[in-house]
């Protein structure tokens, strides 16, 4: 027999199946024209963990205008869900959802949140014969605090108004609150 100098191989590919993820999120209040200003679906990160603790990140959804994401393609199994960065006007859901991706197929999760609350200060003048094209007065810097008590001892949040005496738009969980001018601006 003589020896060869060649030699038989074979390589062995392992392919795992996979199948695809995407997430669709709604929110219990419509979205409207109006609404748009300070709510938005578009831009809900959410991360895709293959643990139930969620510390081992293995892909990321991010929404559309429509709360539509992004599909990933992963491995078939089992893989946690949780939201890591909220849209306007959203508060970050801390949820974990669990979800089976099954190897060959399109895998959908659905998740709703309510939208926090919304308000803007505006202050005025009581005496705008006197204060308007005043250089003595003006509307901007006026600083209203928002408490969570009703004798304004446990503050939460500073506005200060624009020179129209509007705040932007602050957002709150559902609940009472108390506003208080904890600074006029000049000449009030």
């Known amino acids: 027999d003589i020896a060869s100098p060649y030699q038989d191989v074979a390589f062995l ?12 999120k709604t929110s219990s209040t419509t979205i409207n024209s109006i609404a748009e200003t300070y709510f938005s679906l578009e831009n809900a990160v959410y991360g895709v963990y293959s643990d ?25 199994g089992i893989y946690y869900i949780k939201e890591i960065a909220a849209p306007k006007g959203h508060q970050c859901n801390s949820s974990v ?3 089976e991706v099954s ?15 919304v308000f803007i200060i505006k202050k005025t003048s009581s005496n705008s014969n006197v204060t308007e094209g ?22 939460l949040q500073t506005i200060t108004t624009d020179g129209n005496g509007e ?3 602050i957002y709150m969980s559902e609940g009472t609150y108390f506003v208080k001018e904890t600074k006029a601006p000049r000449g009030f």
């Open 13 to 24: 590919v392992y392919s795992p199946l996979k199948g695809t993820l995407n997430l669709i």
């Open 52 to 76: 139930k603790e969620c510390n081992l990140q293995v892909g990321e959804l991010v929404t559309n205008v429509y709360g539509k994401s992004n599909s990933i393609s992963l491995d078939a």
């Open 97 to 99: 959802y669990t979800i």
């Open 103 to 117: 190897a060959g197929k399109s895998n959908s999760i659905s998740v709703s949140d309510t939208p926090l609350s």
């Open 134 to 155: 005043n250089a003595c007065y003006s509307l901007e810097g006026a600083e209203y605090t928002i408490y969570s008590d009703v004798a304004c001892t446990n503050p």
């Open 167 to 169: 705040s932007g738009p």
